[in-house]
């Protein structure tokens, strides 16, 4: 008798093998390039290729993406192997190793879900010149080939593009995971998820850890609590507070779950809920935007490090070491940015709401670049998007599509008091002013207790410089 399995027969598939390259669809369910290789026949091998250079361009993952991805990884090597077929991790060249990976399997054919973003763009491309591949939609609602303004163009305002999108033929229902995976006759060497050093060495993410639970299974549950609990259906009253949101982003933003499923889940509730019907629609609006934001880095793949409206090529912003760290360690001496950044940088998440006040304070009251809050978010949010960050900073910076007019400047201690009234949220990441009785204006309701608590004063005079963001954006219109 020989080692091993003796008793197991040997497979002979009766058609070649498909491998299924994954990126940010770390999932098995609502994925078209896994069901066209199940539909296929054969050994079907899931594969995740650590390349991030090749993959993200100028944008790698950051410390906090990175974090995630591990969690998401280990998620999913599970799931696809109680399917069958154990994800393949490899690491390097993406071209090399899918080829290396194809000798390896038998497998004749790969299949991969097309993205937005300008890199993944260049790759998929020498993919699809080097090796016998496939791609397929999966990351957006409608293709952008077919979301067209009327001249045959590209949208690049908000709202007609929302209204060409509803008029469009509606996302169709998502697709189960396949029941099983047939693996390849002879396992393909796989590298271990903790031999790509995404975690860090200095262990500062227990908040991440005590906060989230990545990977597609706590993804789906996560979806199932809120479209079916009563916060969704308050969302379009209850969006702006720090409690009133779905923190799905980041499951969305590794593809743990699609946002066809996201939309479905939606449209099931709408069709037996009318008294939720604001609130959903409010949130279904909101994965618009997030469609709205992959149209424009696939038109516009400049906007990741230039502004979408040309005028603003020679902002004069300035260079401010010291404000551009205070902002960063929520130390500016205005509580509601502090929570915010404070609650970012230990959870890697913070509410959108939070989002606009810090990057409108930055942009507007520091005058410092819309690309340095950008790389800030992008190293420590969790959920960090590309198509969603370029539109969310440029929306900020007042350059973008849908801007907020530069001279627009949110007053962030009218924000604070607007969208955390009882301080719950300032109380909670700015434990220095805890006791006092107006935690949202300490230093001109009581600053001898303010300065009592040891928190930081405040870095600006926000009148000064609202004044000063206005007079520098006259001088650069005219």
């Keep these: 008798m020989t080692a091993g399995h003796p008793s197991l027969p040997h497979r002979q598939p009766s058609a070649p093998g498909t491998l299924v390259w994954l990126r940010r669809e770390l999932r098995t369910h609502d994925l078209p390039a896994l069901q066209a290789a199940v539909a296929r026949g054969g050994p079907v091998v899931p594969v995740y290729v650590h390349g991030p250079d090749a993959e993200h361009g100028d944008w790698p993952p950051g410390a906090a993406s990175r974090w995630w991805l591990h969690h998401s990884l280990v998620a999913l090597q599970r799931e696809t192997a109680a399917l069958g077929s154990p ?26 879900t097309a993205r937005a973003e300008p890199a ?6 020498a993919v699809l010149a080097a090796l016998p591949a496939r791609s397929f939609p999966g990351d957006e609602l409608w293709s952008s080939a077919h979301i067209r303004t009327a001249s045959g163009g590209p949208y690049r ?25 047939t693996p390849p006759a002879t396992p393909a060497a796989s590298v271990a998820i903790d031999r790509l050093g995404l975690l860090p060495t200095i262990p500062w993410d227990h908040g991440l850890a005590a906060t ?48 066809r499923a996201a939309w479905w889940a939606v449209n099931q509730r709408l069709a037996v809920d009318g008294a939720a019907s604001a609130g959903l629609m409010a949130w279904r609006r909101q994965l ?3 469609e709205f934001a992959r149209h424009l880095l696939r038109h516009f793949p ?44 230990h959870t890697g998440w913070t509410p959108n709401r939070a989002r606009m006040v810090t990057a409108s304070f930055l942009v507007k009251d520091g005058l410092v670049s819309w690309l340095e809050g950008a790389r800030w978010f992008w190293d420590t949010l969790v959920d960090a998007d590309l198509a969603n960050n370029t539109l969310g900073w440029q929306w900020a910076g007042g350059c973008g599509a849908d801007a907020a007019p530069f001279f627009r400047v949110f007053n962030p201690t009218t924000q604070g008091r607007r969208h955390d009234p009882t301080g719950a949220f300032i109380r909670a990441w700015v434990p220095e002013l805890r006791d006092m009785p107006d935690v949202h204006d300490p230093w001109r309701k009581a600053p001898v207790l303010a300065a009592a608590t040891g928190y930081a004063t405040p870095v600006v005079d926000h009148a000064v410089a609202r004044l000063r963001a206005l007079d520098t954006w006259r001088s650069t219109a005219t």
């Design 212 to 259: 989230w639970t990545p990977g597609a299974a706590a993804g789906r549950a996560a979806l199932t609590r809120w479209i079916t609990g009563e916060t969704l259906a308050r969302y379009d009253r209850g969006r702006d507070t720090p409690e009133g949101t779905s923190a799905l982003s980041a499951h969305l933003a590794f593809g743990e779950i699609s946002v």
């Design 157 to 181: 305002v908000f709202t007609p593009f929302s209204r060409r999108c509803l008029a469009a033929e509606a996302p169709t229902a998502p697709l189960t995971a396949p029941a099983s995976l």
């Design 87 to 112: 994800l393949v991790v490899r690491a390097g060249d993406t071209v090399a190793s899918l080829r290396r990976l194809l000798h390896d399997t038998g497998a004749d054919r790969v299949h991969f």
């Design 120 to 125: 993944a763009q260049t790759l998929e491309a």
């Design 288 to 290: 618009i935007w997030r």
């Design 302 to 345: 400049h906007t990741v490090s230039a502004p979408l409206q040309p005028r603003y090529d020679g902002f004069p912003w300035r260079r401010d070491p010291e404000l551009l760290r205070r902002w960063q360690r929520g130390q500016t001496g205005f509580p509601y940015v502090d929570a915010a950044q404070r609650v970012l940088w």
